[in-house]
């Protein structure tokens, strides 16, 4: 069932628990996230970059597999297709597109221009019940071409943008893409729950959430994080039940190479990825 991730974000903020974002890179991806969301009875935001939006032949393709095969797997869930880190070209286009929800990356315009375009996106997206995220500070590391150096965010600029009435927020508070290197220090709940302090009731958002240990997550979500964002993982699950696939010569037995053989291990890596955060993110029967 297609929506906007507001109300689930709303409801995840009033019952202590997050909402996984788990970003699609291809059919397998997709698939894979909304059998698990139905299985475990979860609401779920299907997250697409820029870049993921480009592969897949751009972002009308994505609307129109995601919806068919929403449909077509009878999802009765709440899933909401969600632009990550878009630009202000990207969100229009998204707009058209038919995604349900977006996100504007304006961490790295200066403050007046990031609440200037939020505005904007976030009087249009509402106009068609779409929901929108925005961020201040920034996610270090790079991300499908989204490169940030980790500023934490500042709790008056959050403010700032929040009063614009955006249905969730994304702030640097330490959080990395990618994988996190030895000795990070590791989030800054100091600066989490100073911006609460100063957002009240909004959904904060988590960017980052591979490698972020259990207990940080938990304690996360008890400082306003109704979101959080999950790639990397994702990704290494597939890779490394896909490597040992082809390393054990199963590609070699029988017909073994035929791809939906052969990418059947990743999609199942996928699965217990997504089953393991929803659990941990506390989503799960909350649909």
């Known amino acids: 069932m297609l929506v906007s991730a507001r109300d689930m974000l709303v409801k995840a ?11 699609i890179n291809n059919l397998e991806w997709t698939k894979s996230v909304l059998l ?24 009308t393709t994505v609307a129109a597999m995601v919806k068919a095969m929403d449909e077509s797997l009878g999802i009765t ?43 904007e996106l976030v009087n249009v997206s509402h106009q068609l019940g779409l929901s929108i995220e925005a961020e201040v500070g920034s996610i270090g590391g790079e991300e499908d071409g989204v490169v940030g150096m980790g500023e934490c965010a500042d709790p008056e600029e959050c403010k700032r943008i929040a009063d614009l009435g ?10 990395i893409h990618g994988k996190y290197p030895e000795g990070w220090p590791g989030l800054r709940f100091d600066v989490l729950d100073a911006i609460q302090q100063k957002t009240g009731t909004m959904p904060l958002v988590l960017h980052g959430g591979t490698g972020i240990p259990a207990d940080m997550i938990k304690k996360a979500i008890t400082l ?3 979101k959080i964002n999950v790639n990397t993982e994702c990704q290494l699950s597939f890779a490394d039940a896909t490597r040992k696939y082809v390393e054990a010569g199963k590609d070699l037995e029988g017909k073994g190479f035929d791809p939906r053989k052969l990418l059947a291990p990743g999609a199942e890596a996928i699965k217990a990825t997504v089953k393991e955060k929803m659990e941990l993110f506390g989503s799960v029967g909350k649909a």
């Open 13 to 23: 903020k009033e019952g202590h628990y997050a909402v996984g974002q788990f970003n």
């Open 36 to 59: 698990t969301a139905q299985e475990l009875q979860s609401p779920v935001i299907l997250g697409v970059s820029e870049g993921a939006g480009k592969y897949m032949t751009g972002f």
């Open 224 to 226: 306003g994080v109704s």
């Open 77 to 119: 869930v709440p899933v909401a297709l969600h632009l990550d880190h878009g630009t202000y070209e990207g969100c229009y286009k998204c707009i058209k597109a038919g995604f349900t929800s977006i996100m504007f990356d304006g961490s790295h315009y200066n403050i007046e221009e990031n609440v200037a375009k939020t505005s």
């Open 166 to 175: 955006v249905d969730m927020l994304a702030a640097g508070i330490g959080n």
